[in-house]
């Protein structure tokens, strides 16, 4: 063989393994990306469940005497802000993650306010449908921590893929850009101050 052909033969054998090199990368990148967008949907699946149910327990609360409206109002305000905040699971950017998880944080805030004022109101917690919704709660935010951990967890392993090499060339070439992860709410890392002289 000439040197020419054995030179053209090797530039086509190189041409050849980075094109199957790249569709399996791009491939690979896609299915991670269906990943994020599926692990997304679930968390707004489980969001949306806790939305679902502020509606009666703010009815049931409404129903006791002397209520604080102030309390029922932070909560509809805060249900209605979180419920306005749209992410689209095909740019889950680290400031839509921080978006939505501000406005979720706020409703969590208001919630708690509610709880809290709950407990001076005996003929509510006496009440059944009260404790039924409030267990729903309870369970709704132990699923919604289970689903931003295994979201952050396929997220991690999506974003870790694509800035490895030789993928960080196709993921630059194809625009998959990282995703966000959810983080610790502001104040988590303080532990709360426990008074018993109170």
């Given at each position: 063989?000439?040197?020419?052909?054995?030179i053209?033969?090797?530039?086509?054998?190189?041409?050849?393994?980075?094109i199957?090199?790249?569709?399996?990368?791009?491939?690979n990148m896609?299915?991670?990306?269906?990943?994020?967008s599926?692990?997304?949907?679930?968390?707004?699946?489980?969001?949306?469940?806790?939305?679902?149910?502020?509606?009666?327990?703010v009815n049931?609360?409404?129903?006791v005497?002397?209520?604080?409206?102030k309390?029922?109002?932070?909560?509809?305000?805060?249900?209605?802000?979180?419920?306005s905040?749209?992410?689209?699971?095909?740019?889950?950017?680290?400031d839509?993650?921080?978006?939505?998880?501000?406005?979720?944080g706020?409703?969590?805030?208001?919630?708690?306010?509610?709880?809290?004022?709950?407990?001076?109101?005996?003929?509510?917690?006496?009440?059944?449908?009260?404790?039924?919704l409030q267990s729903?709660?309870e369970?709704?935010?132990?699923r919604?921590?289970?689903?931003?951990?295994?979201?952050?967890?396929?997220?991690?392993?999506y974003?870790?893929?694509?800035?490895k090499f030789?993928?960080?060339?196709?993921?630059?070439?194809?625009?998959?850009?990282?995703?966000?992860?959810?983080?610790a709410?502001?104040?988590?890392?303080?532990?709360?101050?426990?008074?018993f002289?109170?």
């Amino acid at each position: 063989m000439k040197k020419g052909t054995i030179i053209l033969l090797g530039v086509a054998a190189l041409f050849l393994l980075l094109i199957f090199n790249g569709c399996g990368s791009y491939n690979n990148m896609v299915t991670k990306q269906e990943a994020t967008s599926s692990a997304w949907a679930q968390v707004e699946n489980v969001y949306q469940r806790r939305l679902d149910l502020i509606p009666n327990l703010v009815n049931t609360v409404k129903g006791v005497a002397n209520f604080e409206q102030k309390t029922l109002t932070d909560v509809i305000n805060a249900r209605a802000s979180a419920s306005s905040i749209k992410v689209d699971a095909s740019k889950l950017s680290p400031d839509q993650i921080q978006k939505f998880q501000a406005s979720q944080g706020e409703l969590s805030q208001a919630l708690g306010r509610l709880m809290v004022v709950a407990e001076q109101y005996p003929q509510l917690k006496a009440t059944q449908n009260f404790l039924e919704l409030q267990s729903q709660l309870e369970g709704t935010e132990n699923r919604i921590a289970v689903e931003r951990q295994k979201f952050n967890e396929i997220v991690k392993d999506y974003n870790t893929y694509i800035r490895k090499f030789p993928q960080v060339i196709y993921s630059g070439m194809f625009g998959f850009d990282k995703k966000g992860y959810f983080e610790a709410d502001k104040g988590a890392e303080k532990a709360p101050t426990v008074d018993f002289e109170k």
